[in-house]
């Protein structure tokens, strides 16, 4: 048992003493989660929610937690690239008898990881109902746990972007009926459908998958990012302050979002990136890796325009425009007009482009203040010098 440690002095040697353990290794990320069970297979995890996620930081706490844990009589193994574990109370009381000088302060921002302890202390009699995870290296997770963990990290910008592995997510999550926040197993619902249908007790489902929404687990970091409809972003987006995301026919995926003030009204699909004031038009749909981008993930720049329904299946560069109803494929042939072409080149000077007169749309990947068009009489895809700039309105973002 740890004896609760007096002051903030003796606190750091303990840490350091914790940290010097033969074969110690400090976590890349680490959080204590209650988790959801299923209701007929209790040994299934269905989701697990994270109050308070470390991502390269408060490797203090980590250490606390270790040694909460091995003084529980669990045994943290520290050569994998991920360890989870049940805690019970045992593991609480350790726990706040190491952060015993930093409880009294423990409230708001300050302390997080201790206000957990001192929440799960109030709870206690916790059961099955809560692990923690500690990943060591970013690579395929092997758990729910940490599924969740990495979904965290990037939905509340912890983590860039398209830099976390997240091979074999899909294979790990388990596909479940969404009751509000709750998780509900497909099989347990198809057991009990009569009783549940006689009774009343049917639950009103409001999706079927494996992911959750954004807004079931995360709380926006700042006051002027807008979800208009809470199906239209699902968990591990990432959404930069200033994005509206309107309802209607607007999508954005999970490892997917936004890089500054962003209007969506069309589909951000996983893996795709949109940069700081651009406008993805109703109906819009920037390709993801699995749908016609030859597994390339696209990144869209800055004051950029698609227009309603078109689709966009390449980069593009800070300032295009992509006109309404038209697609931009990698194996599209673009007509560009000698003059035009010119004025191409001199807005991207570090670009190696050919002189001729039509191109693939792979060749002008990622190229900036192109306007891509199709001429209304001989229905062939154009692009000329954008000379319009995409501004968005300041007052709904």
Request: charged share 25%.
């Amino acid at each position: 048992m740890i004896e609760p440690i007096k002051t903030k002095e003796e606190f750091n040697s303990f840490i350091s003493e914790v940290q010097n353990q033969v074969n110690y290794r400090k976590p890349l990320a680490f959080g204590i989660a209650r988790v959801d069970r299923g209701q007929k297979n209790a040994n299934k995890i269905l989701q697990a929610n994270f109050a308070v996620v470390n991502w390269n930081e408060n490797f203090g706490s980590a250490a606390v937690f270790i040694k909460a844990l091995q003084e529980s009589g669990i045994e943290v193994d520290f050569s994998g690239s991920e360890f989870v574990s049940t805690i019970d109370d045992r593991f609480v009381k350790n726990a706040l008898n190491a952060f015993a000088p930093f409880v009294a302060e423990a409230n708001g921002n300050n302390h997080k990881n201790v206000q957990v302890i001192k929440i799960l202390d109030e709870i206690g009699d916790i059961g099955r109902d809560y692990t923690i995870t500690f990943l060591f290296e970013d690579t395929a997770p092997k758990s729910v746990e940490a599924v969740y963990l990495k979904l965290y990290a990037l939905s509340l910008r912890k983590a860039k972007l398209r830099s976390l592995n997240l091979n074999g997510a899909f294979g790990i999550l388990e596909n479940v009926a969404w009751v509000g926040n709750k998780p509900y197993e497909l099989e347990y619902l198809r057991e009990h459908e009569i009783e549940m249908k006689l009774k009343g007790t049917f639950p009103n489902i409001e999706s079927v998958d494996k992911f959750p929404r954004y807004l079931q687990h995360i709380i926006p970091p700042e006051d002027n990012i807008r979800i208009l409809d809470a199906s239209k972003v699902r968990m591990g987006a990432q959404l930069a302050p200033g994005t509206t995301v309107m309802p209607g026919a607007s999508y954005i995926n999970f490892n997917a979002g936004t890089l500054g003030p962003v209007m969506v009204e069309g589909r951000i699909s996983s893996s795709a990136v949109v940069g700081s004031g651009s406008d993805v038009g109703g109906g819009a749909s920037i390709l993801g890796v699995l749908s016609g981008t030859d597994g390339n993930p696209i990144s869209i720049g800055q004051n950029t325009l698609l227009g309603a329904n078109s689709v966009t299946g390449i980069p593009l560069g800070d300032g295009c425009i992509v006109d309404a109803g038209i697609a931009i494929l990698a194996g599209t042939k673009v007509k560009i007009a000698k003059e035009e072409l010119a004025k191409i080149k001199e807005a991207n000077p570090n670009a190696t482009l050919e002189e001729k007169e039509y191109f693939k749309g792979k060749e002008l990947a990622g190229l900036n203040g192109i306007h891509y068009r199709q001429d209304s009489t001989t229905g062939e895809i154009i692009a000329k010098r954008s000379t319009r700039e995409v501004k968005l309105n300041e007052e709904l973002h």
